[in-house]
């Protein structure tokens, strides 16, 4: 097959062709049979084609998934309308399959490219080539990777209770937020109960502040085991903890926080070989035509916290309400 020498075209002399060769991308042009007329040094390294063999070759010979991108539509497009085209990272990931020789570990397992469709015209003034300009911008996306990894990270360690890896109070309060919304949009149920460590000061007591700080996270990662994978734990505060229960009326509600009492109490505390008695108290509140906001939500769980404890501790208590009437009632154990 005949080669085309580009170095007789006008536009681009010896002097060029060798300045082209030392850029750090590839360059390659294409005429209108899509045959490669120019192959620079980058694309000779990276493709582990020769120019020799490349040069007067048609391009997909060598790349037949490029199709797959419309890469002849498209070099054919910039001929006709002598505008640029691009094949953009963002959409593409890459037009050639190269790998990159990056030390990094990362996800990319290819060279990510950004690529770069332009008119070349002779003297007329008349599209003649067409340049294809791939540009390596690997280093960017991984680089952007570790950065939105990094991102996810810091604000799940922003939400997070450092000692017991449930949600902080400020994140409790915003998923209530949301969740508010959400009721107060569509009328799905929504139930928020306060449990709170029955004699947690002896415990610290008793037992020393690390045993206490063991009952906390010991205590938060039993919950799971109980609740829903939905459902929101988040440490209110001290020795209390909050739990959103979505789309879940007051009777769910109640036979989720005796559950969750009755685990409790069954579970073996054990801190240096010392068995540890914990139970809690629970105070359950639901969300219900008379309720107008979230501290009004609270509210009735406090009241309803605190009138466990006041009857003993180590129970469940809530409010009813009925035809908007607030009506108080105990599950005593």
């Known amino acids: 097959m005949p080669k085309v020498d580009i170095s007789r075209v006008h536009i681009i002399n010896i002097d060029t062709l060798q300045l082209i060769d030392t850029l750090n991308v590839g360059i390659i042009a294409l005429n209108r049979k899509m045959e490669i007329v120019l192959w620079n040094r980058w694309m000779e390294e990276h493709s582990k084609i020769d120019k020799d063999q490349a040069l007067g070759r048609v391009i997909t010979l060598f790349f037949p998934d490029i199709e797959e991108k419309r890469f002849s539509w498209k070099v054919q497009a910039v001929f ?32 990510q490219q950004n690529c770069i469709l332009s008119p070349l015209k002779n003297e007329e003034g008349m599209v003649e080539y067409v340049l294809v300009t791939v540009y390596d911008v690997t280093d960017a996306v991984i680089y952007q990777q ?15 209770d450092e000692l017991t890896a449930v949600y902080n109070r400020r994140h409790l309060w915003q998923r209530l937020q949301e969740e ?22 002896r415990i610290n007591y008793q037992y020393g502040h690390m045993a206490g700080d063991y009952v906390l996270k010991e205590l938060c990662a039993t919950l799971p085991s109980i609740l829903r994978k939905y459902d ?102």
């Open 80 to 111: 006709k309308l002598d505008h640029h085209s691009v094949f953009p990272q963002e959409h593409y990931q890459c037009l050639f399959h190269f790998p990159h020789q990056r030390q990094i570990q990362a996800e990319v397992r290819q060279m």
């Open 146 to 160: 570790q950065l939105i990894t990094a991102k996810k990270l810091y604000e799940r360690l922003s939400a997070m």
């Open 180 to 201: 508010f919304a959400r009721y107060l949009r569509n009328g799905q149920p929504l139930s928020f109960l306060l449990l709170d460590i029955d004699h947690f000061k």
């Open 232 to 333: 929101i734990v988040g440490r209110y505060e001290g020795e209390e903890f909050g739990v959103i229960l979505t789309n879940t009326n007051i009777s769910s509600s109640l036979m989720v926080a005796e559950r969750m009492r009755s685990h409790v109490e069954a579970h073996d505390f054990v801190f240096q070989q010392q068995r540890i008695p914990v139970t809690i108290s629970i105070g359950l509140a639901e969300a219900h035509c008379g309720t107008t906001d979230i501290e009004g939500l609270i509210h009735q769980a406090e009241e309803a916290l605190c009138e466990a404890k006041d009857k003993g501790r180590n129970r469940v208590c809530f409010r009813e309400h009925t035809a908007c009437d607030e009506q108080h009632e105990e599950l005593q154990v």
